[in-house]
């Protein structure tokens, strides 16, 4: 059985397991084949046909839990192309919301994979408190709720609310207690860590062969010089330290390395 992203996952895999005949709780192993393919929703060739204003919806569309990453993506890809340099002040709001998107995103997937590997609800619940405090932050800056369209080419659509400093510090001292709710609740779970541990590892070799990145290529034991996101895109915030990506990692490369926060 497919066991899906989506809080209905868990319970899919159960009945499945059962009309096989099979213990749900026990791990099994199961030698599969896969191929890797592009799944074409006709958003590529969409934008094809607008202007480089137009496109920035579809990057939305394109990833609906970190709806900035895409964005950031579009737009730095334009100005890039047209030599455009972007406002230094600019540079960091986009950083700020990039990263805070990137932490609503995780919130979801911890979520859900909570309840995947079999703690039910609770997980989802506190995921999903925090989620929705960050998403206030980006509803109060861009009107929207969720397909934001916020980021331009050369900037930003308009300036940030006046209480933009004091929301952020409010929000991510709450997310700070709940990364700590969802790592007491899971990380030495006996349930979480019997469904994960040693279950899916990969090699060095491999996750940079399957094209890995960030914390599930640092899982693997990789910790390049390539694999700074902000860096890589000059972005500011790395050069001052506040805002970049940990150098953290571990070398067990398996599911339990790759989730734990």
Same mark, same amino acid.
């Given at each position: 059985?497919?066991?899906?992203?989506?809080?209905?996952?868990?319970?899919?895999?159960?009945?499945?397991?059962?009309?096989?005949?099979?213990?749900?709780?026990?791990?099994?192993?199961?030698?599969?084949?896969?191929?890797?393919?592009?799944?074409?929703?006709?958003?590529?060739?969409?934008?094809?046909?607008?202007? =480089? !204003?137009?496109?920035?919806?579809?990057? $939305?569309?394109? @990833?609906?839990?970190?709806?900035?990453?895409?964005?950031? /993506? %579009?737009?730095?890809?334009?100005?890039?192309?047209?030599?455009?340099?972007?406002?230094?002040?600019?540079?960091?709001?986009?950083?700020?919301?990039?990263?805070?998107?990137?932490?609503?995103?995780?919130?979801?997937?911890?979520?859900?994979?909570g309840i995947d590997s079999g703690l039910f609800g609770t997980s989802?619940?506190?995921? =999903? !408190?925090?989620?929705?405090?960050?998403? $206030?932050?980006? @509803?109060?800056?861009?009107?929207?709720?969720?397909?934001? /369209? %916020?980021?331009?080419?050369?900037?930003?659509?308009?300036?940030?609310?006046?209480?933009?400093?004091?929301?952020?510090?409010?929000?991510?001292?709450?997310?700070?207690?709940?990364?700590?709710?969802?790592?007491?609740?899971?990380?030495?779970?006996?349930?979480?860590?019997?469904?994960?541990?040693?279950?899916?590892?990969?090699?060095?070799?491999?996750?940079?062969?399957?094209?890995?990145?960030?914390?599930?290529?640092?899982?693997?034991?990789?910790?390049? /010089?390539?694999?700074?996101?902000?860096?890589?895109?000059?972005?500011?915030?790395?050069?001052?330290?506040?805002?970049?990506?940990?150098?953290?990692?571990?070398?067990?490369?398996?599911?339990?390395?790759?989730?734990?926060?």
């Amino acid at each position: 059985a497919r066991l899906s992203s989506e809080g209905k996952g868990f319970a899919v895999q159960i009945r499945a397991l059962d009309t096989l005949g099979l213990p749900p709780h026990d791990v099994m192993k199961v030698d599969t084949e896969g191929h890797e393919e592009q799944v074409f929703r006709g958003g590529e060739k969409l934008m094809e046909a607008m202007d =480089f !204003r137009q496109g920035i919806g579809f990057a $939305d569309r394109t @990833e609906y839990l970190a709806q900035f990453s895409a964005e950031l /993506a %579009y737009v730095m890809a334009v100005e890039r192309l047209m030599g455009i340099e972007v406002p230094e002040r600019a540079e960091y709001i986009r950083v700020i919301l990039t990263e805070m998107n990137r932490l609503s995103s995780h919130f979801m997937f911890m979520g859900a994979f909570g309840i995947d590997s079999g703690l039910f609800g609770t997980s989802f619940t506190y995921a =999903f !408190r925090e989620r929705e405090a960050l998403q $206030d932050v980006f @509803e109060e800056v861009s009107g929207d709720r969720l397909m934001y /369209a %916020y980021f331009r080419v050369g900037g930003l659509a308009w300036e940030v609310t006046d209480n933009f400093t004091q929301r952020v510090h409010e929000v991510l001292r709450g997310t700070q207690q709940g990364i700590k709710d969802l790592d007491d609740l899971m990380t030495h779970n006996e349930i979480f860590m019997a469904r994960c541990q040693n279950i899916g590892a990969f090699t060095a070799q491999q996750a940079i062969a399957n094209g890995m990145s960030g914390p599930l290529l640092r899982a693997s034991g990789v910790n390049r /010089a390539g694999d700074k996101l902000l860096s890589r895109a000059g972005l500011a915030g790395d050069e001052h330290g506040t805002l970049g990506l940990g150098d953290q990692f571990r070398g067990a490369n398996d599911l339990l390395h790759r989730a734990a926060p």
